[in-house]
């Protein structure tokens, strides 16, 4: 793989958080990064057929996602930063696996000069 360490895991962060963020917004009724009510899966078992669909489709990635530390939105007060800095590190953590996985099965091509000098 040609690209960074750092560079991968800011880019799967950043993905992340608005994968989480837009299916959140566009699936439950409030907008926001994390579920207000624990509603982790919102849009499952919908009225409305898009949502139940999309639900559907996006489920693995959300199950993998957030599932781990879903119990962290059980509590009714959290503090602000934890859920962020607890999913941050988990993230981390899979794009790491993901970023070493991908370089084992990509390697880099290294040059090779014609040497004519």
Same mark, same amino acid.
């Given at each position: 793989?040609?690209?960074? #360490?750092?560079?991968?895991?800011?880019?799967?962060?950043?993905?992340?958080?608005?994968?989480?963020?837009?299916?959140? %917004?566009?699936? %439950?009724? *409030? /907008?926001?990064?994390? =579920? +207000? @009510?624990?509603? &982790? !899966?919102?849009?499952?078992? %919908?009225?409305?057929? &898009? +949502?139940?669909?999309? $639900? $559907?489709? /996006? !489920?693995?990635? #959300?199950?993998?996602?957030? *599932?781990?530390?879903?119990?962290?939105? $059980?509590?009714?007060?959290?503090?602000? =930063?934890?859920?962020?800095?607890?999913?941050?590190?988990? &993230? $981390?953590?899979?794009?790491?696996?993901? @970023?070493?996985?991908? %370089? #084992?099965?990509? =390697? #880099? +091509?290294? @040059? *090779?000069?014609?040497?004519?000098?």
């Amino acid at each position: 793989m040609k690209i960074s #360490r750092k560079k991968f895991v800011i880019t799967f962060l950043i993905s992340a958080f608005v994968f989480q963020f837009i299916s959140n %917004s566009v699936l %439950s009724p *409030e /907008i926001g990064l994390f =579920p +207000k @009510h624990g509603d &982790w !899966y919102a849009g499952m078992g %919908s009225p409305i057929a &898009w +949502k139940n669909i999309l $639900t $559907t489709i /996006i !489920y693995p990635v #959300r199950y993998v996602l957030i *599932e781990p530390l879903s119990f962290l939105g $059980t509590d009714p007060d959290p503090v602000p =930063p934890v859920m962020l800095v607890a999913f941050t590190l988990y &993230w $981390t953590g899979i794009a790491l696996v993901l @970023h070493f996985l991908l %370089s #084992r099965i990509f =390697p #880099r +091509k290294k @040059h *090779e000069f014609s040497g004519n000098l």
